[in-house]
């Protein structure tokens, strides 16, 4: 059985511009990327990111569930990664942020987004540090 190539027109996450790129997926891996046609925002263009920056999401290298440095299945920072569920992951970062703040103030702590998010989800990250009373927020978009 042949597979075929399928074509998924989507917005470019490099930068807040908003180019159209159409992801070319076979056998469920992004295999290629062009710039979509007549679009409004890039009209057939695109940079060499957006043209060439698809690769990390094929990489064996690249992490796929969410680990934690345990020993003798509890945190510790010389111990080794492990494999754990999302819920363990997300009440452990949520209890260090509680205890940071609490020890050391909200000014303890401080976001560092990517310019690959959209603008929405920039806006809930420096809503949730604000929220949080700490106006360290910052972005990569300068890279």
Known sequence: MQSREKIVKTTCPYCGTGCGIDLIVKD?????????????VNDGELCLKG???WEFVNSPKRLAKPMI?????????????EEVSF???????????????AKYGPSSIMGFSSARSNNEDNYVFQKFFRAQGSNNVDHCARL
């Open 51 to 53: 043209m060439f920056g």
């Open 28 to 40: 469920g891996r992004i295999v290629n990327a062009r710039p979509t046609q007549a679009h409004h």
């Open 87 to 101: 819920e363990e992951a997300y009440d452990f970062v949520a209890s260090k942020f509680k205890e940071t703040v």
């Open 69 to 81: 440095r345990k020993k003798n299945g509890v945190f510790d920072r010389s111990g080794k990664l």
